[in-house]
């Protein structure tokens, strides 16, 4: 079975939104503004607060004869109780879940759709990092969220490109299936960079192993730099063909700089795993800067002027298992907006030096080689590239 290459579409509108008590009081309203329909596909789904406000959001969108659809991935969703679930159901929500744990798929198991895609009435279409869960959407005592985050809301012809990926994801959410892009001369037309600088997006997929679309926009662009390649993603294991493209663009005098997770993560050790590639970094002129206040859970990249929203994390885990999609967006509005949020970022973040990493203590080089000795047999238990 084949896919199709979604092109570059003219004309569109960008609005970004950063952490959730600005991005989710958007998608609530979206969900109450919806007249026809509302498509929802996303990992992660927890029980709380914010979930228990969308399901309410949901049914009453559903009563007033909006046509609903939720695909939520299987594992992501452990934690969105029965209850919760039925109430979807009763109130004329569609509800399906994306590759059902099964003792007999074996390892088809690792298979899961990491997407994070909302379209409303095929005319508005949001993505981002986020999850439905509390600390992603509802702020804390000091005003703001506990992970950090962002959404992309976006009008305009691509939408009808993220409402036919939803379509199909929600075709074959049962598991995945073996499907290869279709890259005949209409494919590469859509990969080729449009000409002119506002408005212009693609929406661009990664299907486990199988399409990866995300990561060859990512090397080719960064192949290309002439000024900057700003990289923000929370689990820093990328696939070799990532590091050696940063590299090399460092090396030739691009600014490129790493925007990484510092201490506040929910998985320590793939940051002590990750940053045994730092020292090599380092030293071919990439800064790095890990974020302190929060958890970042940014997924996004500025290279030059030509930005990368979206759910794929660029590690190899990812690269191999999931489904991912990223927005792919040529417009001015929004590369400054992004510009931003990059500086305000780096400005609270701290920077690795060689000479402070060479001061690492010994507890700390330990948990490095630790966690990168096992991150590599997993790779290799798994034929997982790096």
């Known amino acids: 079975m084949t896919l ?8 569109n509108a960008f609005e970004l939104a950063v952490d959730g008590e600005h991005f989710f009081p958007k998608i609530l309203d979206a969900i109450a503004q919806a007249r026809s329909t509302i498509c929802i596909e996303l990992y992660l789904v ?3 607060r914010a979930t228990a ?3 309410e959001a949901l049914v009453a969108a559903a009563r007033r004869g909006v046509r609903v659809r939720c695909l ?3 594992v992501g969703s452990h934690d969105f109780v029965e209850e919760e679930r039925e109430r979807l159901r009763q109130g004329g929500v569609d509800l399906r879940f994306y590759n059902p744990l099964r003792l007999k798929r074996g390892l088809r198991n690792f298979h899961r759709d990491h997407r994070k895609i909302l379209v409303f009435d095929e005319r508005l279409a949001m993505t981002g990092g986020f999850g439905l869960s509390d600390p992603f959407c509802v702020a804390d005592s000091s005003g703001g969220t506990l992970w950090h985050d962002q959404m992309l809301a976006v009008t305009g ?7 036919a990926l939803f379509d199909q994801a929600w075709s074959r959410a049962d598991g995945p299936r073996t499907m290869r892009p279709r890259l005949g001369p209409s494919g590469r037309r859509a990969l080729s960079p449009p000409t002119g600088f506002h408005g212009w997006a693609r ?22 730099a002439e000024t900057r390649v700003w990289l923000a993603t929370p689990y820093f294991l990328p696939a070799w063909r990532v590091r050696r493209a940063l590299q090399q663009a460092a090396r030739r005098g691009v600014d490129v700089r790493l925007l990484l997770c510092g201490q506040i993560m929910d998985h320590p050790p793939v940051r002590y795993a990750g940053q045994r590639y730092y020292s090599r970094l380092l030293k071919a002129g990439i800064r790095i800067f890990e974020y302190q206040p929060r958890f970042l859970h940014l997924k996004a990249a500025l290279v030059d002027d030509w930005v990368s929203l979206g759910s794929c994390n660029f590690d190899h885990w990812s690269l191999h298992w999931n489904l991912e999609a990223n927005q792919h967006v040529l417009d001015a509005g929004l590369t400054a907006a992004v510009q931003t949020t990059f500086e305000q970022d780096f400005a609270r973040s701290t920077e690795w030096t060689l000479e402070a990493w060479r001061d690492l203590s010994f507890m700390h080089r330990l948990k490095i080689r630790l966690w990168g000795q096992i991150n590599r047999w997993v790779t290799m238990w798994f034929n997982i590239q790096r």
Do not use: C, H, K, M
């Open 203 to 224: 929406v661009a997929r990664l299907d486990a192993r199988f399409t990866n679309e995300v990561l060859l926009a990512l090397l080719a662009r960064a192949q290309n």
């Open 53 to 55: 406000l969308t399901v």
């Open 4 to 11: 199709p290459i979604y092109p570059w579409r003219q004309d």
């Open 46 to 48: 927890e029980s709380g």
């Open 157 to 163: 012809p691509v939408v009808q490109d993220w409402q």
């Open 72 to 74: 939520f991935d299987d």
